[in-house]
């Protein structure tokens, strides 16, 4: 009987190291996807702030397509 119970016990622990580690490297995923989305959060933001920039500088030196008479 107390084969049984040892046996058993052994049967636990693994299944909690099993429970355990699924759970840290779940985590561990779900935490590098969120560096990599924000690392390209960072990218678009930037590539966004640099279009504008162009856009603007483009529009200064380009002037009105038309000119404007009031």
């Known amino acids: 009987m107390s084969g049984c119970r040892a046996g058993t ?3 636990a622990r693994r299944g909690q190291a099993l429970v ?3 759970v840290v490297a779940f ?3 779900i935490m ?6 924000m690392g ?3 990218l678009v933001s930037t590539a966004v702030a640099n279009a504008a920039r162009a856009g603007l500088r483009y529009a ?6 038309i000119p404007l008479r009031f």
């Open 20 to 22: 355990e580690f699924s």
């Open 40 to 42: 390209r959060m960072v």
């Open 9 to 11: 016990r052994h049967a």
């Open 60 to 65: 200064i030196v380009q002037g009105p397509p």
């Open 27 to 29: 985590l561990s995923v």
């Open 32 to 37: 590098l996807l969120m560096v990599v989305e």
